[in-house]
Protein backbone atom coordinates (compact mmCIF):
# COMPACT_ATOMS: atom_id res chain seq x y z
CA UNK A 1 0.00 0.00 0.00
CA UNK A 2 1.19 3.47 -0.50
CA UNK A 3 3.23 5.18 1.96
CA UNK A 4 3.70 9.22 2.53
CA UNK A 5 6.51 11.11 4.06
CA UNK A 6 6.37 13.18 7.18
CA UNK A 7 6.35 16.02 4.54
CA UNK A 8 3.64 14.81 2.81
CA UNK A 9 1.19 14.16 5.76
CA UNK A 10 1.81 17.54 6.89
CA UNK A 11 1.16 18.95 3.40
CA UNK A 12 -1.86 16.79 3.10
CA UNK A 13 -3.57 18.07 6.43
CA UNK A 14 -3.06 21.63 5.43
CA UNK A 15 -4.08 21.04 1.85
CA UNK A 16 -6.89 19.73 3.33
CA UNK A 17 -7.71 22.50 6.12
CA UNK A 18 -7.48 25.22 3.22
CA UNK A 19 -10.25 23.55 1.81
CA UNK A 20 -12.58 23.95 4.75
CA UNK A 21 -12.10 20.47 4.95
CA UNK A 22 -14.41 18.51 7.35
CA UNK A 23 -13.52 15.11 9.01
CA UNK A 24 -12.02 13.09 6.76
CA UNK A 25 -11.76 15.22 3.54
CA UNK A 26 -7.95 14.79 1.76
CA UNK A 27 -6.65 14.20 -1.42
CA UNK A 28 -7.85 11.67 -4.27
CA UNK A 29 -5.29 10.51 -6.32
CA UNK A 30 -6.88 8.72 -9.89
CA UNK A 31 -5.07 6.88 -13.21
CA UNK A 32 -5.29 8.87 -16.06
CA UNK A 33 -5.91 6.09 -18.77
CA UNK A 34 -4.49 6.78 -21.71
CA UNK A 35 -1.22 6.27 -24.32
CA UNK A 36 0.67 8.54 -21.86
CA UNK A 37 -1.46 7.52 -18.69
CA UNK A 38 -0.74 9.52 -15.41
CA UNK A 39 -1.99 10.33 -12.02
CA UNK A 40 -4.00 13.49 -11.43
CA UNK A 41 -4.48 14.74 -7.70
CA UNK A 42 -7.50 16.54 -6.35
CA UNK A 43 -9.20 17.50 -3.10
CA UNK A 44 -11.75 15.57 -1.69
CA UNK A 45 -14.36 15.39 1.15
CA UNK A 46 -15.39 11.41 0.92
CA UNK A 47 -13.83 8.07 -0.64
CA UNK A 48 -15.57 7.26 -4.04
CA UNK A 49 -16.81 3.42 -4.53
CA UNK A 50 -14.15 1.29 -4.85
CA UNK A 51 -11.58 3.87 -3.28
CA UNK A 52 -8.81 2.88 -1.70
CA UNK A 53 -8.86 4.85 1.84
CA UNK A 54 -5.06 5.55 3.09
CA UNK A 55 -4.96 7.45 6.38
CA UNK A 56 -1.68 8.12 8.17
CA UNK A 57 -0.90 10.36 11.02
CA UNK A 58 -3.99 12.33 10.53
CA UNK A 59 -3.54 12.43 6.59
CA UNK A 60 -6.33 11.04 4.13
CA UNK A 61 -5.57 9.88 0.46
CA UNK A 62 -8.04 7.98 -1.13
CA UNK A 63 -6.73 5.95 -4.79
CA UNK A 64 -8.91 4.86 -7.04
CA UNK A 65 -8.13 1.43 -7.84
CA UNK A 66 -5.99 1.82 -10.89
CA UNK A 67 -3.93 4.18 -8.42
CA UNK A 68 -3.83 1.47 -6.02
CA UNK A 69 -2.34 -0.45 -8.02
CA UNK A 70 -0.31 1.93 -9.95
CA UNK A 71 1.33 3.00 -6.19
CA UNK A 72 0.84 -0.43 -4.24
CA UNK A 73 4.81 -0.40 -3.43
CA UNK A 74 5.51 3.66 -3.75
CA UNK A 75 5.92 6.49 -1.26
CA UNK A 76 4.51 9.89 -1.55
CA UNK A 77 7.03 12.48 -0.62
CA UNK A 78 5.64 16.48 -1.27
CA UNK A 79 7.44 19.63 -0.97
CA UNK A 80 6.70 23.58 -1.31
CA UNK A 81 8.67 25.52 -4.12
CA UNK A 82 10.23 28.97 -3.71
CA UNK A 83 6.56 30.24 -5.65
CA UNK A 84 4.11 28.48 -3.04
CA UNK A 85 3.21 25.38 -5.29
CA UNK A 86 2.78 22.31 -4.03
CA UNK A 87 5.28 19.39 -5.71
CA UNK A 88 4.44 15.70 -5.10
CA UNK A 89 7.06 13.12 -6.12
CA UNK A 90 7.08 8.99 -6.07
CA UNK A 91 9.48 6.91 -4.87
CA UNK A 92 10.09 3.09 -4.46
CA UNK A 93 9.50 1.99 -0.54
CA UNK A 94 12.39 0.35 1.44
Do not use: H
Not at 30 to 56: F, H, N, S
Amino acid sequence: MLTLTQNATLIVKEIADQQGGTEGSGLRITAEPGPEAGLAVTTAETAEPGDQVLQQDGATVYLDQDAATMLDDKVLDAAVDEGGRVEFALGVQG
